[in-house]
T-cell receptor, first 113, second 114 residues
Framework: DQQVKQNSPSLSVQEGRISILNCDYT??????FLWYKKYPAEGPTFLIS?????DKNEDGRFTVFLNKSAKHLSLHIVPSQPGDSAVYFC????????????FGTGTRLKVLA | DTEVTQTPKHLVMGMTNKKSLKCEQH?????MYWYKQKAKKPPELMFV???????INESVPSRFSPECPNSSLLNLHLHALQPEDSALYLC?????????????FGNGTRLTVT
């Protein structure tokens, strides 16, 4: 049972345009959400997070949006750069006091120069 | 440079071998994790240590044996593995469970069981 889903396995975007990566979850107990980027032969790198009390968090070119009623979050990258080409994972955790970070299946982003 | 260091980067072992994976962090984090990742799959939680005590074992076979000698170090001892255990093994750390904090991952050990 995949509690965190990324329904698009891949996405191609032109350099300079906006990349939008989506993530859906089923567990209403999830309270904290994160996005990671992963290059081949490296571990996932933390990008940005959001807690359930917010609906938006922004850090430079990266913005995460959370829609709790729809159990949906998205990552916006603008402008997209070729160096952003990687696999992106969303992750979620059901509140403090637990260590069970659950990862989505990943979306491979390719930014075309 | 990653703040979580894993050694070795690559490991090839036979099914009768005994080997260990090592992980070190110096961020003062009190929770350390082992994840396993197969190709085109998300990282899958194996073990969590909190304040040097085993907090979570996700029903991992006993041929994987974790150890946390101190708050900075985490080991994964391997014995009698199967070819299907070949994967990328990722170590991660976080502050602790009482605050929202991201996982910080190492670059992983690519394990091949022959």
């Amino acid at each position: 049972d995949q509690q965190v889903k990324q329904n698009s396995p891949s996405l191609s975007v032109q350099e300079g345009r906006i990349s939008i990566l989506n993530c859906d979850y089923t567990n209403s107990m999830f309270d904290y959400f994160l996005w990671y980027k992963k290059y081949p032969a490296e571990g996932p790198t933390f990008l940005i997070s959001i807690s359930s009390i917010k609906d938006k968090n922004e850090d430079g070119r990266f913005t995460v949006f959370l829609n709790k009623s729809a159990k949906h979050l998205s990552l916006h990258i603008v402008p997209s750069q070729p160096g952003d080409s990687a696999v992106y994972f969303c992750a979620a955790i059901p509140g403090t006091g637990t260590y069970k970070y659950i990862f989505g299946t990943g979306t491979r982003l390719k930014v075309l120069a | 440079d990653t703040e979580v260091t894993q050694t070795p980067k690559h490991l090839v072992m036979g099914m009768t071998n005994k080997k260990s994976l090592k992980c070190e962090q110096h961020m003062g984090h009190r929770a350390m994790y082992w994840y396993k990742q197969k190709a085109k799959k998300p990282p899958e939680l194996m073990f969590v240590y909190s304040y040097e005590k085993l907090s979570i074992n996700e029903s991992v076979p006993s041929r994987f044996s974790p150890e946390c000698p101190n708050s900075s170090l985490l080991n994964l001892h391997l014995h009698a593995l199967q070819p299907e255990d070949s994967a990328l093994y990722l170590c991660a750390s976080s502050q602790d469970s009482q605050v929202y904090s991201p996982l910080h991952f190492g670059n992983g050990t690519r394990l091949t069981v022959t």
